[in-house]
């Protein structure tokens, strides 16, 4: 990607890929990525937000240390209207998916409300007001994937048994939460709110992608009782949680993450590159937007889904897909695996392209929700004018970046001032945010972020991929 010389290159790249991806000419800086839009009666100042990028940096308390608050600094500084989070937040221990991830409690509250101040701050002293500044916090429990007491033992937390994803872990085979536990768990999720009501922050996110507990929760198809089979007892939860904010925090917007489409698990194939497990049933049932057959989709679902979350007070989406445990050229489409990954199975552009189009799709059904796309920072140079291309033609509100805005956080402001894009900030999608906490590492960008170029994981990850062939 970074070797193509013109818009003209890339368009021909993404024809080639089959990748039906639109595309402006030019990124116009008073264009389409420069004006506002609403969020249940709130204005968000242009059309850029950075999504959720966690850093396993937190202390084992659950608190920011030096290295959060640095990177929500730089979410500040970047010139994004609409801060999605921040980074996911336990609502509380067991459901971390590390020892170091950021928790929310009565404890920590304080340490968090200045975590949002120092952001929102370094926005005003870079960008002037903050009136049409929207930050949200990201509130999860981790579910299947839980690692709250080590980094290297999981403690899973089930919605149901999945027969593939057990088997990925059957030496800690998890306990499966009852219908009392999940109601627990509700109010645990709405106390998780308030608090991030009280520490300043606009929107709360009622998580549900990636293979964590919510998004397990859309595909309990066998799932008896109260939180299992039709669809309307699998959006219990987010309706739930969603009626008890809004009875008590009516001020406090609501949002959610949501894999719009799954699959059945991938796994590495005998050439490296990912290939679907045998699900060894005429009918696959467990992928939430799926089509039944484990690697096909069909949105159906989760537009209905969608409607029932507008109707319990949801009034912005960010869209994803897949999980980075079992799919992740779904999820986040790249030029090099992490670690414990495989090759593309598709061109990454095709998996652009079709997050893209996902959301176009369900944007056009469901309608009065603002809507947050996710899987641009493959397009590198070209993030710019598929975003503005998207935006202007109605496919999304507002472009999300991931990856690139630990690498180039500037980028929005960069692209909105009509300035030269410094190339060499530009994320590369190496995977190395990835690798680093799948070995224990803090998250960040080691190939071109000066302060974890030059910590001693780095050299770490560089051996790694030089064994993993990369």
Same mark, same amino acid.
């Given at each position: 990607?970074?070797?193509?010389?013109?818009?003209?290159?890339?368009?021909?790249?993404?024809?080639?890929?089959?990748?039906?991806?639109?595309?402006?000419?030019?990124?116009?800086?008073?264009?389409?990525?420069?004006?506002?839009?609403?969020?249940?009666?709130?204005?968000?100042?242009?059309?850029?937000?950075?999504?959720?990028?966690?850093?396993?940096?937190?202390?084992?308390?659950?608190?920011?240390?030096?290295?959060?608050?640095?990177?929500?600094?730089?979410?500040?500084?970047?010139?994004?209207?609409?801060?999605?989070?921040?980074?996911?937040?336990?609502?509380?221990?067991?459901?971390?998916?590390?020892?170091?991830?950021?928790?929310?409690?009565?404890?920590?509250?304080?340490?968090?409300?200045?975590?949002?101040?120092?952001?929102?701050?370094?926005?005003?002293?870079?960008?002037?007001?903050?009136?049409?500044?929207?930050?949200?916090?990201?509130?999860?429990?981790?579910?299947?994937?839980?690692?709250?007491?080590?980094?290297?033992?999981?403690?899973?937390?089930?919605?149901?048994?999945?027969?593939?994803?057990?088997?990925?872990?059957?030496?800690?085979?998890?306990?499966?939460?009852?219908?009392?536990?999940?109601?627990?768990?509700?109010?645990?999720?709405?106390?998780?709110?308030?608090?991030?009501?009280?520490?300043?922050?606009?929107?709360?996110?009622?998580?549900?992608?990636?293979?964590?507990?919510?998004?397990?929760?859309?595909?309990?198809?066998?799932?008896?009782?109260?939180?299992?089979?039709?669809?309307?007892?699998?959006?219990?939860?987010?309706?739930?949680?969603?009626?008890?904010?809004?009875?008590?925090?009516?001020?406090?917007?609501?949002?959610?993450?949501?894999?719009?489409?799954?699959?059945?698990?991938?796994?590495?194939?005998?050439?490296?590159?990912?290939?679907?497990?045998?699900?060894?049933?005429?009918?696959?049932?467990?992928?939430?937007?799926?089509?039944?057959?484990?690697? %096909?989709?069909?949105?159906?679902?989760? $537009?209905?889904?969608?409607?029932? #979350? &507008?109707? /319990? @007070?949801?009034?912005? =989406?960010?869209?994803?897909?897949?999980?980075?445990?079992?799919?992740?050229?779904?999820?986040?489409?790249?030029?090099?695996?992490?670690?414990?990954?495989?090759?593309?199975?598709?061109?990454?552009?095709? %998996?652009?392209?079709?997050?893209?189009? $996902?959301?176009?799709?369900?944007? #056009? &059904?469901? /309608? @009065?929700?603002?809507? =947050?796309?996710?899987?641009?920072?493959?397009?590198?140079?070209?993030?710019?004018?598929?975003?503005?291309?998207?935006?202007?033609?109605?496919?999304?509100?507002?472009?999300?970046?991931?990856?690139?805005?630990?690498?180039?956080?500037?980028?929005? $402001?960069?692209?909105?001032?009509?300035?030269?894009?410094?190339?060499?900030?530009?994320?590369?999608?190496?995977?190395?945010?990835?690798?680093?906490?799948?070995?224990?590492?803090?998250?960040?960008?080691?190939?071109?972020?000066?302060?974890?170029?030059?910590?001693?994981?780095?050299?770490?990850?560089?051996?790694?991929?030089?064994?993993?062939?990369?």
């Amino acid at each position: 990607m970074g070797g193509l010389k013109d818009v003209e290159a890339f368009a021909s790249t993404c024809q080639e890929a089959k990748a039906a991806l639109p595309i402006d000419p030019v990124v116009e800086s008073t264009g389409p990525l420069s004006t506002s839009f609403d969020v249940a009666g709130r204005r968000v100042g242009n059309r850029f937000a950075i999504l959720p990028m966690e850093g396993w940096d937190g202390t084992e308390l659950g608190q920011p240390t030096d290295l959060t608050r640095r990177r929500w600094e730089r979410f500040g500084h970047g010139g994004a209207k609409l801060i999605w989070g921040g980074e996911a937040f336990a609502i509380r221990h067991d459901g971390r998916a590390n020892p170091n991830q950021l928790v929310i409690n009565d404890t920590n509250l304080a340490a968090i409300a200045d975590l949002r101040e120092y952001l929102v701050r370094a926005h005003a002293e870079r960008h002037g007001s903050t009136t049409d500044l929207l930050v949200g916090m990201q509130l999860t429990h981790s579910g299947r994937w839980s690692r709250p007491n080590r980094k290297d033992r999981l403690e899973p937390l089930l919605a149901y048994h999945h027969p593939l994803l057990d088997a990925r872990h059957a030496d800690q085979p998890g306990h499966l939460l009852s219908d009392d536990a999940l109601d627990r768990l509700v109010d645990d999720f709405v106390r998780a709110g308030e608090l991030a009501y009280k520490a300043g922050f606009d929107f709360v996110d009622i998580k549900h992608c990636h293979g964590y507990l919510g998004h397990e929760l859309l595909s309990a198809i066998g799932r008896p009782g109260r939180y299992g089979g039709s669809l309307e007892n699998r959006a219990r939860f987010v309706v739930s949680v969603a009626n008890g904010l809004r009875a008590n925090v009516p001020k406090l917007l609501l949002g959610t993450r949501l894999s719009i489409y799954d699959s059945v698990p991938y796994r590495k194939g005998p050439s490296g590159t990912g290939m679907p497990e045998d699900h060894s049933t005429a009918s696959y049932g467990l992928a939430f937007g799926g089509d039944g057959t484990g690697t %096909g989709f069909d949105l159906e679902e989760p $537009a209905a889904w969608l409607r029932l #979350a &507008r109707e /319990a @007070g949801i009034s912005m =989406v960010c869209t994803t897909a897949g999980s980075p445990y079992y799919s992740p050229h779904l999820q986040r489409p790249a030029a090099a695996p992490p670690s414990d990954g495989y090759l593309p199975p598709e061109d990454p552009l095709v %998996g652009v392209a079709r997050q893209i189009e $996902a959301t176009g799709w369900l944007k #056009a &059904r469901v /309608a @009065g929700l603002a809507w =947050v796309g996710s899987a641009y920072s493959y397009l590198q140079e070209w993030l710019g004018v598929v975003g503005q291309a998207v935006v202007r033609h109605g496919l999304v509100d507002s472009v999300g970046l991931g990856r690139m805005a630990l690498s180039y956080p500037d980028m929005p $402001a960069d692209l909105l001032a009509g300035k030269q894009l410094e190339r060499q900030r530009i994320c590369r999608t190496f995977s190395d945010c990835t690798s680093a906490p799948r070995r224990g590492l803090v998250s960040g960008c080691y190939p071109l972020d000066p302060l974890y170029r030059d910590r001693p994981e780095a050299l770490e990850l560089r051996q790694a991929r030089q064994r993993q062939g990369g």
